[in-house]
Nanobody
Framework: QVQFVESGGGLVQSGGSLRLSCAASGTIFHIYAVGWYRQAPGKQREMVAA???????NYLDSLKGRFIISRDNAKNTVYLQMNSLKLEDTAVYYC????????WGQGTQVTVSS
């Protein structure tokens, strides 16, 4: 059974950077697209970025180029480089398969302070 474990979150000042990691179990990770999602208080969960097995990427328009998603298929890991962080980026960040979600993990908390 595939499971995702998110890590790398924390407290960061506005304008700072973090790199999140999404480690997946299983042996078929490399054949699936993977997305990063976030859920902020009072808001619906939204997909912020996704990456296909051949590393084609897509991003939430409102990010304005601040985030970069990447993957290392050999390590079964997807990353989210988060730059120029803003207060509104504060959320719990999760990874999952776009459009065909498995059970959500615990996520990793990103808190951006002023």
């Amino acid at each position: 059974q595939v499971q995702f474990v998110e890590s790398g979150g924390g407290l960061v000042q506005s304008g700072g950077s973090l790199r999140l990691s999404c480690a997946a179990s299983g042996t078929i990770f490399h054949i699936y697209a993977v997305g990063w999602y976030r859920q902020a208080p009072g808001k619906q969960r939204e997909m912020v970025a996704a990456i296909t097995p051949d590393k084609t990427t897509n991003y939430l328009d409102s990010l304005k180029g601040r985030f970069i998603i990447s993957r290392d298929n050999a390590k079964n890991t997807v990353y989210l480089q988060m730059n120029s962080l803003k207060l509104e980026d504060t959320a719990v960040y999760y990874c999952n398969f776009p459009g065909r979600h498995i059970d959500w993990g615990q996520g990793t908390q990103v808190t951006v302070s002023s």
